[in-house]
């Protein structure tokens, strides 16, 4: 079972069945023992303040090492742009970025190498060690409202440029 769970990264609201989950606590740590999973993602609803995140991660952390032996995958959507939890919430002083759309017309690569070095750098301070990011999708339909301006651009030479950098 728990080499099966590890395999699985889920919302920390599916771990402890809770409606939103915004702490790491008691019903956490007994929740691993339980569901041993390989990882958390945390989404907007989670992300309240700067020391509330870094000690629900720090938390989180501790248990999964007294618990399981190792630490957990600690994941968020942090694009910039629209799809950004922390540098989307008032509460994070920290650089924000228009969208990826702009960026990939620049056809800077450095551009795009500060975005994730910046993204990356706060991330880490917050305790989060997986980014689903970045948007690696081609803008082949410019009606496409889903991955629109989070796209670096319309052919995959561009994109792959700069998801590389």
Do not use: H, W
Not at 45 to 64: E, F, H
Not at 126 to 134: E, K, M, R, T
């Amino acid at each position: 079972m728990q080499k099966v769970a590890q395999v699985f990264i889920i919302t920390p609201e599916a771990l402890t069945d809770v409606s939103v989950a915004t702490a790491a606590g008691d019903a956490t740590k007994e929740a691993l023992t339980k569901y041993p999973v390989g990882g958390i993602i945390y989404f907007a609803q989670n992300v309240r303040t700067p020391d509330q995140l870094q000690k629900m991660t720090t938390n989180i952390q501790t248990y999964a090492d007294e618990v399981e032996g190792m630490k957990l995958f600690l994941a968020m959507d942090e694009e910039g742009g629209t799809v950004s939890r922390i540098a989307n919430n008032a509460n994070f002083d920290v650089k924000k970025y228009t969208n990826m759309k702009s960026i990939g017309d620049t056809g800077e690569t450095d551009q795009a190498k500060e975005v994730g070095t910046t993204i990356g750098s706060y991330l880490t301070e917050y305790g989060i060690n997986l980014d689903f990011a970045p948007d690696a999708d081609v803008l082949t339909n410019s009606s496409n409202q889903v991955i629109g301006s989070r796209s670096f651009g319309t052919t995959g030479k561009t994109v792959a440029e700069m998801a590389v950098a």
